[in-house]
């Protein structure tokens, strides 16, 4: 059993039923806490990532002004970038 104060997030829907209502509630905690964990794990990834292919894209900028003129590195530099 958990503790008491553990926060719980609950699915509710009413449905007609006849001249009464059905509510069906469900317990939707752990689906919750696994899409944040998913969440944060794609923003740590995608910060993880931007990094160095920032500091790869500023050597791409450099070659491309000192040897974007020569035909044996222009079409690899620009197809790098």
Do not use: W
């Given at each position: 059993m958990?503790?008491?104060?553990k926060?719980?997030?609950?699915?509710?829907?009413?449905?007609?039923?006849?001249?009464?209502?059905?509510?069906?509630?469900?317990?939707?905690?752990e689906?919750?806490?696994?899409?944040?964990?998913?969440?944060?794990f794609?923003?740590?990834v995608s910060?993880e990532l931007?990094t160095p292919?920032?500091?790869?894209?500023?050597y791409?900028?450099?070659?491309?002004?000192?040897?974007g003129?020569?035909?044996?590195y222009s079409g690899?530099?620009?197809?790098?970038q």
């Amino acid at each position: 059993m958990d503790s008491p104060d553990k926060i719980r997030c609950l699915s509710v829907r009413l449905i007609p039923f006849g001249k009464r209502y059905l509510l069906i509630a469900r317990d939707i905690t752990e689906f919750q806490q696994l899409r944040d964990v998913r969440k944060d794990f794609v923003a740590n990834v995608s910060h993880e990532l931007r990094t160095p292919l920032t500091v790869i894209s500023g050597y791409l900028e450099t070659f491309a002004e000192y040897l974007g003129d020569n035909e044996i590195y222009s079409g690899s530099i620009k197809l790098m970038q």
